[in-house]
């Protein structure tokens, strides 16, 4: 049942506030200022004794994974990075006793995935679950973990359980952060933005006209941009597979600082960039990069927390924690997405070649 939505995308995307919420239901802890994760299975002294973190997953979850590394990087101090799962089990990688592994995935089926998680568990490593699926294969096999709660997500292409992921990689962040050095003082910040979420996804769908304008007038590009630095390169990977997916516009995604590297030489005004503008310390260079692209004709679409003077169109963002930003960032861009495949006519829930779990190699 759609309920009154034309695709499961739409209402899924829709979903986003109430599912945040669900996220956050009964696990924050005030009195401390960290939060519990019931079914973790890693006390104190594990938790402290981790050295690494190495996070797999595929396509969006793997986006995901990236975010959440740079907040357990953050807010906890432990070195954390994502791989894809598939690229990590054939590389016969070096399994460290003192890393923690964590699988994410929405199916909880994807074979990668879980062969990776099998071939860690061989190896005598502890690895954790980033779970929508309640009892799916990887909740199985894992050592413990994190339900995402995201609710069921009938649409082939994940949006809400792509933020339910990155809130509950925010949820474990600050619980590591706690275990160590992170302070009170920034543990209740953490918490407060935390808050925040459900309020403020509600005010970037309210913004819905504007984006489906924008959609219509973007959706006559081959080809796009997206860019990002840092905090925001992940948000422009995510997007950028969003809108490839279900609109079958090229798009590629670079971090904003590698431009002048090489794809500035595709910049001109039939290719589109889509711009992530977080304001926080990296502005300024941000709007460097804006500024690059500007003086070769380049047209831009920023999302940003305030508008962009060198962008042609901006959408605002309400503001949160820094350490935060990235969960909202990518939200106006699902939605544009789906309003340029609307846009073009596309089996949106669908999308050809693609199924909603990849039990296979
Ligand atoms: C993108 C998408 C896929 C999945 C990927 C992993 O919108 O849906 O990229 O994210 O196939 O699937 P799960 O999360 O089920 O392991």
Do not use: W
């Amino acid at each position: 049942d759609m309920g009154g939505h034309d695709t499961y995308m739409h209402k899924e995307i829709h979903e986003q506030a109430d599912a945040v919420d669900r996220a956050l239901r009964g696990r924050i802890d005030d009195r401390f200022s960290t939060v519990h994760l019931g079914g973790l299975n890693l006390d104190a002294r594990d938790a402290r004794a981790v050295r690494r973190v190495k996070i797999l997953g595929c396509g969006t979850s793997y986006h995901a994974g990236q975010i959440g590394a740079q907040m357990i990087e953050e807010l906890a101090r432990i070195p954390a990075d994502a791989e894809p799962a598939s690229e990590f089990r054939y590389r016969n990688p070096v399994v460290d006793p003192d890393t923690l592994y964590i699988a994410v995935s929405q199916s909880g089926e994807t074979y990668d995935v879980l062969a990776a998680v099998q071939e860690l568990k061989r190896k005598g490593a502890r690895v954790l679950g980033l779970v929508n699926v309640v009892g799916s294969a990887i909740a199985r096999e894992t050592d413990g973990g994190i339900y995402v709660h995201a609710g069921p997500e009938v649409c082939v292409v994940s949006t809400k359980c792509f933020t339910n992921m990155v809130v509950s990689f925010g949820l474990l962040a600050l619980h590591l952060g706690r275990t160590r050095d992170l302070s009170v003082a920034d543990g209740k910040r953490i918490i407060e933005g935390l808050r925040k979420l459900p309020g403020q996804i509600e005010e970037i769908l309210a913004n819905e006209a504007q984006i489906e304008e924008l959609a219509k007038e973007y959706a006559e590009a081959k080809s796009m941009m997206f860019i990002g630095r840092v905090r925001g390169y992940p948000v422009a990977r995510e997007a950028s597979l969003k809108l490839k997916e279900v609109s079958y516009i090229h798009a590629e995604a670079y971090p904003a600082s590698e431009l002048k590297h090489g794809p500035l030489a595709l910049i001109e005004p039939a290719m589109p960039t889509v711009a992530i503008v977080p304001d926080d310390e990296l502005l300024e260079k941000n709007r460097a990069a804006l500024e690059e692209i500007k003086a070769r004709s380049g047209r831009i679409l920023a999302v940003a927390h305030q508008e962009q003077e060198k962008a042609d169109h901006t959408i605002v963002v309400p503001k949160n924690e820094d350490e935060l930003d990235a969960i909202l960032m990518g939200i106006p861009l699902q939605l544009f997405a789906y309003y340029t495949a609307k846009a073009m006519g596309r089996d949106i829930d669908k999308p050809r070649n693609l199924a909603k779990s990849v039990t296979v190699e």
